[in-house]
Nanobody
Framework: QVQLVESGGGLVQAGGSLRLSCAAS????????MGWFRQARGKERDCVAA????????SYADSVKGRFTISRDNAKNTVYLQMNSLKPEDTAVYTC?????????????????WGQGTQVTVSS
């Protein structure tokens, strides 16, 4: 019933930018926290950014602070991840996740719904 669909991934040169979007369906009318996770090949999936329902509270992994910005438009049921100054080490599958709560969540175990992921590849 709940579906999260990511878009905006692709191939970009180092130093470039991408904007990921996560469109949610089946969550209309509910208050939910969302997060962006990434998993590189052979690596664990880690939270890179998270945002609470109101959008006033956010959290970022140290590796992306100052470069990535998470935001949301609840009227559009969409969460965004603006990624600037991309580095090759940012290469990964980026997946959005949702939890029906107003509170910020930053770990994979706290989320109930997951998208399919979108590939981000940063070349040198």
């Amino acid at each position: 019933q709940v579906q999260l669909v990511e878009s905006g991934g692709g191939l970009v040169q180092a130093g470039g930018s991408l904007r990921l979007s996560c469109a949610a369906s089946g969550l209309t009318g509910s208050r939910y926290a969302m997060g962006w996770f990434r998993q590189a090949r052979g690596k664990e999936r880690d939270c890179v950014a998270a945002i609470n329902w109101s959008g006033r509270s956010t959290s970022y992994a140290d590796s992306v602070k100052g470069r990535f910005t998470i935001s949301r438009d609840n009227a559009k049921n969409t969460v965004y991840l603006q990624m600037n100054s991309l580095k090759p080490e940012d290469t990964a599958v980026y997946t959005c996740a949702a939890k029906s709560t107003i509170f910020l969540k930053t770990t994979t175990s706290e989320y109930d719904y997951w998208g399919q992921g979108t590939q981000v590849t940063v070349s040198s």
